[in-house]
């Protein structure tokens, strides 16, 4: 389907791989220029700043990819069901989950910001921060938190959007975001010297920029769904179908990032450098991710359109094929990781002993990166089906 020049995936006909891929690039593009935001700040503070600066934004950072994931993941239920509304050819329903959508995280954005800003410096505790850095963490993850809604908008916006199967425009909106965060990070990093405050400023800027974008773009758009402002309240119906699936991605995500914060912890409390050197790996690693991840996405979109259009079959084959050609992407990064950890690090930092830590973490980890091709693949066809709970467990 194509509107005003913008490309909607129709997945319910024509050449799976082909669909796959031209869903899944952008879809990885977005999902990279998304975890720059982080990196960006990383590599400038790493510059400009000092050990205790690079500890304080790699593990903010990380909490704040952390919150970022998990609405990412309860948003996947918004977008199954907004596949499947659109693959069952009904509109109205597809604006009707649409506007619970919003109205949902609205009411999540608000509790989110005020339950960070309040116990931001607990939850520095529990990452068990070395002191040196204690403040600065503290200071980046509240000035982050303030920008909750900001995050929420372009996620629920992306969300939507890849439901009618149009990845194009939220590659665009942060791609956008990405490049005000460089600037940002270079004039209140490098040149103002507001450290470890100019990044988490940077960031939420970026952001708002990319949110302000798409919603002046989306007024011009015409998509395959019937939307209007009388819309944005909740149907009981769409927000039980819309948690359902939404909720046990969300609580998945959730125990898999605290058991990366809890490593975290564990690691911060062996002191400054081995923290700083987890901060830089953690980083390298999130990219690592992103690969399986958008496989993931690209799946339960694919999935979610041919269930709705009662196309089991072609689902179950778009499935197998964006397994194997993840998979054969993971063994490459693989290799990266294993033999390539040290140079990948010295792109954060040039202090040796940071770097030999980081490599010596990406090393254990690369194998990691072929696994999760498999397992992301069939999260992603049970997350389509609308199937979410035996995923979760």
């Known amino acids: 389907m194509a509107r005003d020049g913008k490309k909607e ?22 999902l990279i220029l998304q975890a720059a935001y982080g990196a960006v700040d990383l590599v400038v503070v790493g510059r400009f700043g000092d050990a205790t600066s690079i500890s304080a ?26 596949g499947q509304h659109i693959g069952e050819r009904k509109p109205k329903v597809a604006g009707d989950a649409v506007g619970t959508t919003i109205v949902l995280f609205a ?61 194009n425009l939220p590659f665009l909106f942060v791609g956008v975001a990405c490049v005000v965060n460089i600037v940002g990070d270079l004039l209140c990093v490098g040149v103002f010297h507001m450290d470890v405050a100019g990044a988490a400023l940077a960031t939420i800027t970026a952001q708002l920029v990319s949110v302000i974008i798409s919603i002046v773009v989306l007024r011009k758009q015409s998509m395959p769904i019937s939307f209007s402002k009388e819309q944005c309240k909740v149907y009981p119906r769409e927000l039980k179908r819309i948690l359902n699936v939404g909720v046990p991605i969300a609580l998945q995500e ?32 999130s990219f690592i991710m992103l690969v399986p991840s958008s496989v993931m996405q690209s799946v339960s979109a694919f999935v979610a359109q041919n269930i709705g259009a009662g196309q089991k079959d072609r689902a179950m084959k778009g499935f197998r094929t ?18 390539g950890g040290a140079r990948m690090s010295s792109l954060f930092t040039s202090d040796a002993e940071v770097i030999a830590q980081s490599a010596d973490y990406l090393r254990g980890f690369s194998a990691d990166c072929i696994l999760t091709c498999v397992l992301f693949s069939s999260i992603g066809y049970f997350n389509g089906c609308g199937k979410s709970i035996p995923v979760m467990v």
């Open 322 to 339: 964006a397994m194997i050609t993840g998979c054969a992407v993971g063994v490459v990064i693989f290799f990266a990781g294993f033999f």
């Open 57 to 82: 934004v790699g593990t903010g950072s990380a909490f704040m990819q952390m919150v970022t994931f998990i609405i990412t993941s309860l948003a996947m239920g918004a977008t199954v069901m907004i």
């Open 254 to 285: 959730t125990m898999v990032q605290i058991s990366f914060l809890v490593i975290n912890s564990i690691i911060n409390d062996m002191g400054l450098m081995p923290s700083a050197g987890y901060g830089v790996a953690q980083k390298l690693v």
């Open 107 to 167: 009411v999540l954005g608000i509790v989110l910001t005020v339950l960070l800003e309040v116990f931001a410096g607990n939850i520095v505790s529990l990452l068990q921060v070395p002191a040196e850095a204690f403040d600065k963490t503290v200071l980046y993850i509240r000035i982050c938190s303030a920008g909750i809604l900001i995050i929420i908008a372009y996620n629920v916006i992306s969300g939507v959007l890849r439901g009618v199967g149009n990845a």
């Open 9 to 30: 995936i129709s997945f319910v006909e024509g050449p799976i791989f082909g669909s796959l891929i031209r869903f899944a690039l952008p879809v990885l593009g977005a």
